[in-house]
Structures are given as structure tokens and as C-alpha cells.
T-cell receptor, first 111, second 115 residues
Framework: ELKVEQNPLFLSMQEGKNYTIYCNYS?????LYWYRQDPGKSLESLFV?????AVKQEGRLMASLDTKARLSTLHITAAVHDLSATYFC???????????FGQGTRLTINP | GAVVSQHPSRVICKSGTSVKIECRSL??????MFWYRQFPKKSLMLMAT?????????EQGVEKDKFLINHASLTLSTLTVTSAHPEDSSFYIC???????????FGPGTRLTVT
């Protein structure tokens, strides 16, 4: 059974600081997704990582994938308040587009 | 492009009644649609996968007679919660995908409250 674990689950940080969210998964997969969710809202797609070594960046967020370690990271650079949200990683189970989500990381960025 | 809508966005119903939630892909044809539920402050759990014109595939532990899914066309899937109970109260989110594509497009979600 595919398990996806995020670390940390809660993160409170100051504006301007850097931090990383980790996503570990238990079985082989070549597709990993990162999403953002604001309170009361649905998911916003951030990144899709499709191969080992993939790195994608958008603004202050950068995601990477190491399929051999079964690990993805979401790095936040010089955090700003607008990035406060819950971030989910998800892994495609068996390449069937059936996503298994991590528990979510609730990120709070304080001025 | 790739917009998915859900209707209604919020619904309150009484115990024992049924409620239908619609998921539509507005500007593309979705060969597959997925239904997820999310409890407050929790993660998303896949409930079922539906392909146009065929029966839905339910995840383990999801009652297919309680959560009826119909995927009548390439742009519409419906989830009907039958004989709703308060424990069915949740945030239901659909997503839509195109065959052989890795991308899923999520709807805005439907918040169901059963009183």
C-alpha cells in the first residue's frame, strides 16, 4: 500500500526566512504533485514532477524529486505572508492518476 | 483553459435524504473523473474513479450503494450521497483528467452538511 508522509505537518516561520517541506513515499512512482490549499478552498496545482532529478521553480517556491530516495522537497525562499496556506504532496498510484495525498503541511508566515 | 466546476458549492440537507453533486469539465472532455472527500483539517482521500460510460471504481472502504457515481458524458460526472447521515458531512472535491495525461484539474469543491 502506497503511503505518503509529509514533514513537518505544521510550520510557523517569519517572513524573509527559508524553509523546506519534505514528502516521502513508500513505493515506486515517477509522478509527484504539489498543491496549495487555502482555507475553505479547493486545490491549486503548483508543480508536477515527472522524473528523477526533476526540479521546478515558480517564484519563491522550488520543488525537486529524487525517485531513488522516494523523496520530494518543496523549498520556500524568503517567505512572504501570501504563501501562508496548506501544502499537499501527492503521488500517482501505479500510474493510474489515482493520487495518494500526504497529510498536508500547514504553513503560517508571520510578518 | 482546463476549468472544472462543481455544483452546488454548499448544501445542507437533513438526515435520511439524498443529495446530488455535479462535476463538470467546462472546456475539455474528461475521460476520467475522480471524487475525493476531505474532513476538516485533514487530507484528501480518493473515493472513486469514474470513466465515461462505465461503472465507477470505488476505493476500499467506500460504500458504492451509498455514494452513487454516474459519468454520463465526457463533461459531466455526478455523485449522489444517498440516505445521508451527519458523518457524511465533508468537503467533496472532484477532479477531471484526460486519458494518458498526467495532469488532473480540480473542481472548487462542495461542502456538504447533514443535520
Amino acid at each position: 500500500e502506497l503511503k505518503v508522509e509529509q514533514n513537518p505537518l505544521f510550520l510557523s516561520m517569519q517572513e524573509g526566512k527559508n524553509y523546506t517541506i519534505y514528502c516521502n513515499y513508500s513505493t515506486t512512482s515517477d509522478r509527484l504533485y504539489w498543491y496549495r490549499q487555502d482555507p475553505g478552498k479547493s486545490l491549486e496545482s503548483l508543480f508536477v514532477l515527472l522524473s528523477n532529478g526533476a526540479v521546478k521553480q515558480e517564484g519563491r517556491l522550488m520543488a525537486s524529486l529524487d525517485t531513488k530516495a522516494r523523496l520530494s522537497t518543496l523549498h520556500i525562499t524568503a517567505a512572504v505572508h501570501d504563501l501562508s496556506a496548506t501544502y499537499f504532496c501527492a503521488v500517482d498510484r501505479q500510474g493510474a492518476q489515482k493520487l495518494v495525498f500526504g497529510q498536508g503541511t500547514r504553513l503560517t508566515i508571520n510578518p | 483553459g482546463a476549468v472544472v466546476s462543481q455544483h452546488p458549492s454548499r448544501v445542507i440537507c437533513k438526515s435520511g435524504t439524498s443529495v446530488k453533486i455535479e462535476c463538470r469539465s467546462l472546456d475539455f472532455q474528461a475521460t476520467t473523473m475522480f471524487w475525493y472527500r476531505q474532513f476538516p483539517k485533514k487530507s484528501l482521500m480518493l473515493m472513486a474513479t469514474s470513466n465515461e460510460g462505465s461503472k465507477a471504481t470505488y476505493e476500499q472502504g467506500v460504500e458504492k450503494d451509498k455514494f452513487l457515481i454516474n459519468h454520463a458524458s465526457l463533461t459531466l460526472s455526478t455523485l449522489t450521497v444517498t440516505s445521508a447521515h451527519p458523518e457524511d458531512s465533508s468537503f467533496y472535491i472532484c477532479s477531471a483528467a484526460v486519458f494518458a495525461s498526467y495532469e488532473q484539474y480540480f473542481g472548487p469543491g462542495t461542502r456538504l452538511t447533514v443535520t
